[in-house]
């Protein structure tokens, strides 16, 4: 059973911008911080960037900051990543994932072990 689905991703440029999705089965998957991550060919999966329930914090990986934007809305049981000025560092799968607690650390937030609900991820590929 899918419980997080994400979608947007695609094929884009340098420079180009994506807009991903994802949407949780039910609440109960939202009452945490949801947050991406990635995962490039060979490498290990990377913190993305991170956003608790009430929206009131974002949490961002240095490589995106100033890049990329982290929202949701929460009558959909969403979260969006808004991602501009790709590169192709960018490529990778990427991956929704929620927690069951609220953390407004960075620490916490940026780490896998805090989120136990994962989504299938969607691919993100920047072509120069």
């Known amino acids: 059973q899918v419980q997080l689905a994400e979608s947007g991703g695609g094929l884009v440029q340098v420079g180009d911008s994506l807009r991903l999705s994802c949407t949780a089965a039910?609440?109960?998957?939202?009452?945490?911080?949801m947050a991406w991550f990635r995962q490039a060919p060979g490498k290990e999966r990377e913190f993305v960037a991170s956003i608790p329930r009430n929206a009131d914090a974002t949490y961002y990986a240095d490589s995106v900051r100033g890049r990329f934007t982290i929202s949701r809305d929460n009558a959909k049981n969403a979260v969006f990543l808004q991602m501009n000025s790709l590169e192709p560092e960018d490529t990778a799968v990427y991956l929704c994932a929620a927690s069951r607690t609220i953390y407004y650390d960075a620490q916490h937030a940026s780490r896998d072990q805090t989120y136990y609900y994962w989504g299938q991820g969607t691919q993100v590929t920047v072509s120069s």
């Open positions: 039910e609440r109960t998957f939202t009452r945490g911080n």
